[in-house]
C-alpha cells in the first residue's frame, strides 16, 4: 500500500503538488520503525513541508525481519539527541544505558537520564521455573496490595508467548493476579469447558465408559476433588456385592443410577451431600443428552440442553460478576462455550445430515485455537505479553521473564535455508548481495539486544527481570547473558541472589492461610503458644472476612477418630490373609492398610497384561502358536497411548509367551502339571490364648508334582528383575504356599517340594530365568508360622507402624507416609 503510495506520488505530479501544499508541518514518530519504502513516503512528503521533525530512537529498532531501518534519522539535516527519558526512573535509565553502551553504531557519549521518579531494577534467577513464576506471582502481589499499584499498570513481558505465556498466565492466575491479554492458543477440545460438555455428548453417542464417567465427576460438572474421589471410591466399594468389581464400573453404574455394581441392587443412597450432589449433576446433564437425542432434536440443541442443565451458566455468569482471578477464568470458560456454540452452528448449517456424532467428531478434529474474542481488555488486570506487542505502550511495573540464555537472545537464523530474510534484505536495498564477510550471529544479536531495551523501556518505575538457572540433566536451563548486564546496574540485591532462589512464599490468601494452619496445627515442640495464639487470631479475622478456609470447620482431618478400638479382638478371631500381603505386612503394616483402603494404585495397562499373561499361560497344554493368536486377538482392545508402545509391548509379551512353552516343555522331566490357577484357601494357624486363627486364601500361578512326589508350588512373574537368590529363599508368598501344602490345603498328606518363581520377562540362555526355595523344613515350617502370626497382628490396629523398607522407592502411598516425610526432611 505504502508502495502503490509512492508510485502514485511519483506519476501524477498534480497530486503531488497538491500533497506538498497541503502538508506544511510533517512530525513522524517512531521513524526506527520505518522500512524503506515508508521513508521514501515521508521524504517525498517532506521536500515540500516548512518543518518536517523525524523523531525516533535507533537503539530500538526491533523490527528489522520486516525491513525496519533507522536511516531515515540519519539523514541530512540538523539534529538533536535527546538524552533525558521522562517515562522511566533514573534506576530503569540506567539499565537501558547499561544494554545500550553494548550496541554496535551508537553513540556512547550521550548518556541517558531518568526522571525524577523513584524506581528500582531487581533481577531474581530462580531454581526451576515454577519458583520463577511464584517470583514473578509474588513481586506483582507485593506490588498490587503493599504499594497499592494497580494491576492495569503492571505488565510481564516475555520474549516467546507461545514458548512460556499460557504457563505463566495460568501460574499468576492459580496466585491469585488478574491477568490480561493472553488468549489461549490450545484447540477448543483442550478447554476444560468444552471438553466436560463434549465428553457428555460423547457418553450420549458411545454409552458412558469408566474413563467418561470418571472425567464427568473430576471435571466442570462433577468438581470432585482428589480427596472427596477417595472417598467416593471407599463408598462405592463398601456398597458392591462383589469386592472383584472395578472402581470405574461402580462408577458407571452410581453415575448412570442403577444399583451399586455387582448385582447387589442397592442404590448408592447414604453418600456424603457434596458427593451424592456431584454424582446427581453429572447424572442431569447426561439424562438431559440423552432425552434430547430420543426426540431426535438436531446437535446445536442437544447441546444446549446439556449446556443448561449443567448450570455452569449461572456459576460462572456469577464469578465473572464476582471479578478477580477466579473472574478472569469464569469469563474465559464463557468465551470458550460460547465459541463451541459457534462451531456447532456453522457444522450444522453447513453439513447435510448433520449429526451428534459428526459435532463430536468435528470439535475433536479442529486442530486450531478458536476465533479470538470480541470480549475488551480486562480494566483491571495485568498485562502478559511479548516484547513486540509491548512496544507502543508504558507500566508502572515492568517484569521481563524468560530471559533465558537460547531464547532471549533468540539468534537462530531466520529465513531458514533458503535465507528469504536475507533476500528481502538484498530487495529492500538494506543489505550487499556481494557481501559475505559479516558473521550472520551479530546482527541478529544487536536485534535482540535492541528487543530487551525496548521492552526495558516500557517501564516507568519498576523493572524486574527472571531467569531459571537449573542444570536438569538434558533440560537444562541457564540465565542469558543479558540478565548479568543488568544484574551489575541492579539497585535492589538479595543475599541469596547469588544463588539460584526457590519458590517463595507468595503473598496470596491461599498461601496466607496454609501457612497460619500450618502454625496452628504444629506440634507444641515446634511453635510457641504465642506463635500460636496470634496466627489462630488471623485465621479468625479471615474467617469473618469470609476467606475461604480459613474456617477450622471446613477443614480435613479435624473431625473425631470414628473409633479408637482395634479392628479385631483376640482369641476367637479368624483373621484372613492373602499370601502376597503376608510380606508387605511384615515390611510395612501402614503401606498395607492404605493400599487395602483405596490408597492402592489404579491399575494401568502393565498390571493388565501381567493378569492377561498368568491368564493364557495357566490354559493347560496349549501351543505357542495358539497363545500368540490369542494374545493378538485380544491385543487391539487394550488402551495403549500410542501405536508404536503398542507394537513393542506386543512383541515382548509374544516373546514371554514362547519363554513360558520353552519353559514348561523343558521341566516335564523334572515335573508333573497337578493345576493352574488353584485357588488356596483355609487355616495355617490354629487360634491360640489370644492369638487369632490365621486363614490364607489367595490363587497359586501352577502346582506341580517332582520326581519324588512332592508338591512344588510356581508362581509366574512377568517383571524384568528377579529378585535375588538369598530372597527368594525368605519369599513370603512361597513360603505361604508352601505352608498351605504341608497344612494339607491343597492335597492330603503332600509333601512341600519347594517353590519357584519363573521369570518370563528375563530369560538366561534362551530360558525363562528360575529362583528357587528350598522345600519347607519342620524348623521352616514354625520360623513361617510365626511370621504369619506377626503378620496377622499387624492388622489389629489401631496403630500401624509405617516401617521404612527397601520397597519405599516404589510405594504407592509414599504421599501420605509419616515415616517418608520425615526423611524427606532430614534429607
Ligand atoms: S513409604 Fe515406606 S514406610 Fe512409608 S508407607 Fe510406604 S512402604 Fe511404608
Not at 515454577?130 to 506490588?143: G, K, M, P, S, Y
Not at 489461549?184 to 455428548?201: K, Q, W
Request: glycine residues 8%; charged residues 25%.
Amino acid at each position: 500500500l505504502v508502495g502503490a503510495a509512492v508510485e502514485t506520488l511519483a506519476a501524477a505530479a498534480d497530486l503531488l503538488s497538491s500533497e506538498r501544499a497541503r502538508v506544511q508541518l510533517l512530525l513522524v514518530d517512531d521513524a526506527q520503525h520505518l522500512d524503506p519504502q515508508a521513508a521514501r513516503l515521508v521524504q517525498v512528503l517532506a521536500a515540500g513541508a516548512e518543518l518536517c521533525v523525524i523523531a525516533g530512537d535507533p537503539r530500538q529498532t526491533v523490527f528489522g525481519y520486516r525491513g525496519a531501518d533507522p536511516a531515515l534519522l540519519r539523514a541530512d539535516g540538523p539534529s538533536i539527541t535527546l538524552t533525558q527519558s521522562h517515562r522511566c526512573s533514573a534506576s530503569v535509565a540506567h539499565a537501558v544505558e547499561a544494554l545500550t553502551r553494548r550496541l554496535p553504531g551508537i553513540d556512547s557519549t550521550a548518556a541517558l537520564t531518568g526522571s525524577e521518579e523513584a524506581g528500582s531494577v531487581e533481577v531474581r534467577i530462580a531454581a526451576t521455573p515454577h519458583a520463577e513464576f511464584a517470583v514473578i506471582a509474588d513481586a506483582l502481589r507485593r506490588a498490587h496490595l503493599i504499594d497499592g499499584i494497580p494491576w492495569a499498570d503492571m505488565a510481564v513481558i516475555v520474549r516467546s508467548v507461545p514458548r512460556m505465556g499460557p504457563a505463566l498466565a495460568r501460574a499468576l492466575t492459580a496466585a491469585g493476579v488478574p491477568v490480561d491479554g493472553l488468549q489461549s492458543d490450545a484447540p477448543l477440545i483442550a478447554v476444560p469447558a468444552v471438553r466436560a460438555l463434549m465428553t457428555v455428548l460423547e457418553a450420549t453417542v458411545d454409552g458412558l465408559t469408566a474413563e467418561r464417567a470418571l472425567a464427568l465427576m473430576t471435571g466442570p460438572i462433577g468438581r470432585v476433588d482428589p480427596v472427596s474421589l477417595r472417598q467416593l471410591r471407599r463408598a462405592l466399594r463398601r456398597r458392591a456385592a462383589d469386592p472383584a468389581v472395578e472402581f470405574g464400573d461402580l462408577l458407571v453404574a452410581a453415575v448412570a443410577g442403577r444399583g451399586s455394581a455387582g448385582g447387589s441392587g442397592r442404590s448408592v443412597e447414604g453418600l456424603p451431600d457434596e458427593l451424592g450432589r456431584a454424582l446427581k449433576r453429572v447424572r442431569t446433564v447426561l439424562t438431559a443428552a440423552r432425552d434430547s437425542v430420543k426426540r431426535s432434536d438436531d446437535p446445536r440443541h442437544t447441546l444446549w440442553q446439556a449446556w443448561n442443565r449443567s448450570g455452569l451458566q449461572r456459576r460462572w455468569l456469577a464469578a465473572s460478576e464476582r471479578g478477580g482471578a477466579v473472574g478472569e477464568q469464569a469469563d474465559r470458560d464463557l468465551d470458550a462455550m460460547t465459541a463451541l456454540f459457534d462451531v456447532a452452528e456453522q457444522y450444522v448449517e453447513r453439513t447435510a445430515g448433520a449429526s451428534l456424532r459428526g459435532l463430536v467428531d468435528h470439535v475433536a478434529g479442529l486442530t486450531l485455537p478458536p476465533a479470538r474474542s470480541d470480549r475488551k481488555p480486562t480494566a483491571d488486570a495485568v498485562a502478559v505479553l511479548s516484547a513486540h506487542s509491548a512496544l507502543d505502550r508504558e507500566w508502572d511495573v515492568v517484569v521481563i521473564a524468560g530471559l533465558q540464555e537460547g531464547l532471549w537472545p533468540n539468534v537462530t537464523a531466520r529465513g531458514g535455508i533458503l535465507a528469504t530474510q536475507q533476500l528481502v534484505d538484498v530487495l529492500d536495498g538494506v543489505a550487499d548481495p556481494a557481501d559475505r564477510t559479516l558473521s550472520g550471529r551479530a546482527p541478529l544479536l544487536a536485534e535482540e539486544r535492541r528487543l530487551l531495551i525496548a521492552a526495558v523501556g516500557r517501564a516507568r518505575r519498576r523493572l524486574l527481570v527472571t531467569a531459571v538457572d537449573s542444570d536438569n540433566g538434558d533440560a537444562a536451563l541457564l540465565p542469558s547473558p543479558f540478565c548479568h548486564e543488568l544484574a551489575a546496574v541492579a539497585t535492589e540485591s538479595h543475599t541469596e541472589s547469588e544463588l539460584p532462589v526457590r519458590a517463595p512464599r507468595v503473598l496470596a490468601t491461599n498461601a496466607v492461610v496454609g501457612r497460619l494452619r500450618s502454625v496452628v496445627c504444629s506440634p507444641s515442640e515446634d511453635v510457641d503458644e504465642a506463635q500460636r495464639i496470634c496466627a489462630a487470631t488471623q485465621l479468625a479475622r479471615l474467617t469473618e472476612a469470609g476467606v475461604h478456609g480459613s474456617d477450622p470447620e471446613s477443614w480435613y482431618g479435624l473431625r473425631e477418630v470414628s473409633t479408637r478400638a482395634p479392628l479385631w479382638d483376640g482369641a476367637g478371631e479368624a483373621v484372613t490373609l492373602s499370601p502376597s500381603t503376608v510380606q508387605m505386612l511384615l515390611d510395612c503394616p501402614l503401606r498395607w492398610l492404605l493400599e487395602r483402603h483405596g490408597g492402592g494404585s489404579v491399575r494401568d495397562v502393565r498390571s493388565a497384561l501381567g493378569s492377561l499373561v498368568h491368564a493364557l499361560v495357566a490354559e493347560p497344554v496349549v501351543s505357542e502358536a495358539r497363545l500368540h493368536g490369542e494374545l493378538q486377538r485380544i491385543w487391539s482392545a487394550l488402551p495403549f497411548d500410542a501405536q508404536w508402545h503398542a507394537d513393542n509391548e506386543l512383541s515382548r509379551h509374544e516373546e514371554m509367551l514362547s519363554t513360558f512353552t520353552r519353559w514348561r516343555a523343558d521341566t516335564r522331566n523334572r515335573f508333573t502339571e497337578v493345576g493352574t490357577e488353584i485357588a488356596v484357601d483355609g487355616e495355617v494357624l490354629a487360634a491360640a490364648d489370644d492369638q487369632p486363627a490365621v486363614r490364607i486364601r489367595g490363587r497359586l500361578d501352577r502346582l506341580e508334582r517332582d520326581s519324588e512326589g512332592r508338591l512344588v508350588v510356581v508362581d509366574i512373574k512377568t517383571g524384568k528383575s528377579p529378585v535375588t537368590k538369598d530372597d527368594a529363599q525368605a519369599h513370603a508368598q512361597l513360603a505361604m504356599y508352601q505352608l498351605a501344602v504341608a497344612e494339607g490345603l491343597l492335597a492330603d498328606s503332600a509333601e512341600p517340594g519347594g517353590g519357584r518363581l519363573v521369570y518370563l520377562g528375563k530369560t538366561s540362555g534362551g530360558s525363562a530365568t528360575e529362583r528357587e526355595q528350598d522345600p519347607l523344613t519342620v524348623e521352616g515350617h514354625a520360623q513361617w508360622q510365626a511370621q504369619v502370626s506377626d503378620a496377622a497382628a499387624a492388622t489389629r490396629g489401631p496403630q500401624f507402624v509405617a516401617r521404612v523398607n527397601d520397597g519405599c522407592a516404589h510405594c504407592p502411598v509414599a504421599a501420605m507416609c509419616p515415616a517418608r516425610q520425615t526423611t524427606n526432611e532430614d534429607r
